[in-house]
């Protein structure tokens, strides 16, 4: 079975610091551009970082410089150090792929960020 399962969210302070996983079966994270999203309270989902299969990463300038995408290709996952988090940075966060066509998106975690 080929999944996506996203982990590591939770609450925290303005300031703050967390990291996401997102754990692969049945596929192999290091052949394909891996996705994080995110969508918060009343807002589309949107695009934040990228890797790609020769870990190259991108960020939209929302997060650049405070977030950092990276994969462990033996244990099959991808992170996401969120530090400095804001309280914009409040939505759920999923991790997502094109797989034979059809987007995979992992089941999503929570991430608040409030005083």
């Known amino acids: 079975q080929v999944q996506l399962v996203e982990s590591g969210g939770g609450l925290v302070e303005p300031g703050g610091s967390l990291r996401l996983s997102c754990a692969a079966s049945g596929i192999m994270l290091k052949a394909y551009t891996m996705h994080w999203y995110r969508q918060g309270p009343g807002k589309q989902r949107e695009l934040i970082a990228n890797i790609f299969s020769d870990g190259v990463s991108y960020y939209d300038d929302s997060v650049k410089g405070r977030f950092t995408v990276s994969r462990d290709d033996v244990k099959n996952t991808m992170y996401l150090q969120m530090n400095s988090l804001k309280p914009e940075d409040t939505a759920v966060y999923y991790c997502?792929?094109?797989?034979?066509?059809?987007?995979?998106w992992g089941q999503g975690t929570q991430v608040t960020v409030s005083s």
């Open positions: 997502n792929t094109i797989y034979k066509t059809q987007n995979l």
